[in-house]
T-cell receptor
Framework: DAGVIQSPRHEVTEMGQEVTLRCKPISGHDYLFWYRQTMMRGLELLIYFNNNVPIDDSGMPEDRFSAKMPNASFSTLKIQPSEPRDSAVYFC?????????????FGQGTRLTVV | GESVGLHLPTLSVQEGDNSIINCAYSNSASDYFIWYKQESGKGPQFIIDIRSNMDKRQGQRVTVLLNKTVKHLSLQIAATQPGDSAVYFCAEKSSGGSYIPTFGRGTSLIVHP
């Protein structure tokens, strides 16, 4: 498996524009997580899905943020409208719940810059 | 709410030395802990894990120690190499709950050749 795949790797956009980040989890994984990483706050959990259903979105900072998982192999995180303070690295991760290791596997991240 | 935190934001060591990275957790119900390594420009990667019924677990050059009495976790890296330079995070899972990786700010390990 190629691992968790995120696109784009880098995104530069103007304030007010809509931004869509994409994620393809590892095949067969039943959990998907979206994180945001900044120097000030570290890794923050934004939202997670179990079997494509959003379970907890309490980490989503504002209504400008939304996430969807239309099927088991694809998820999006959308910011509309984007603001400079949204600049960060956004990570998607997936995991498989089992009796054994349940570590999350992370993608390479999308570095978002809002100017 | 309860959280995972790290004591030291930056640790500098010489190549060949042993490194110890510490982590404090506050959720006494946590039963599974993981250390991640994040290299520059990459996502966090799994290093080693430990369950709460263990005090120590060893991997290749890495050892994780768990002290449930004081809710403390440590990662020991033997013979540290320049390639070990990265940010290290600990994450926890609560007993009976879904595995939701919760991270502290991380510790930056800098290895000088």
């Amino acid at each position: 498996d190629a691992g968790v795949i995120q696109s784009p790797r880098h995104e530069v956009t103007e304030m007010g524009q809509e931004v869509t980040l994409r994620c393809k989890p590892i095949s067969g994984h039943d959990y998907l997580f979206w994180y945001r990483q900044t120097m000030m706050r570290g890794l923050e959990l934004l939202i997670y899905f179990n079997n494509n259903v959003p379970i907890d979105d309490s980490g989503m900072p504002e209504d400008r943020f939304s996430a969807k998982m239309p099927n088991a192999s694809f998820s999006t995180l959308k910011i509309q409208p984007s603001e400079p303070r949204d600049s960060a690295v956004y990570f998607c991760a997936s995991s498989l719940t089992s009796q054994g290791n349940t570590e999350a596997f992370f993608g390479q991240g999308t570095r978002l810059t809002v100017v | 709410g309860e959280s995972v935190g790290l004591h030291l934001p930056t640790l500098s060591v010489q190549e060949g030395d042993n490194s110890i990275i510490n982590c404090a957790y506050s959720n006494s119900a946590s039963d599974y802990f993981i250390w991640y390594k994040q290299e520059s420009g990459k996502g966090p990667q799994f290093i080693i894990d430990i369950r709460s019924n263990m005090d120590k677990r060893q991997g290749q050059r890495v050892t994780v120690l768990l002290n449930k009495t004081v809710k403390h976790l440590s990662l020991q890296i033997a013979a540290t190499q320049p390639g070990d330079s990265a940010v290290y995070f600990c994450a926890e899972k609560s007993s009976g709950g879904s595995y939701i990786p919760t991270f502290g700010r991380g510790t930056s390990l800098i290895v000088h050749p």
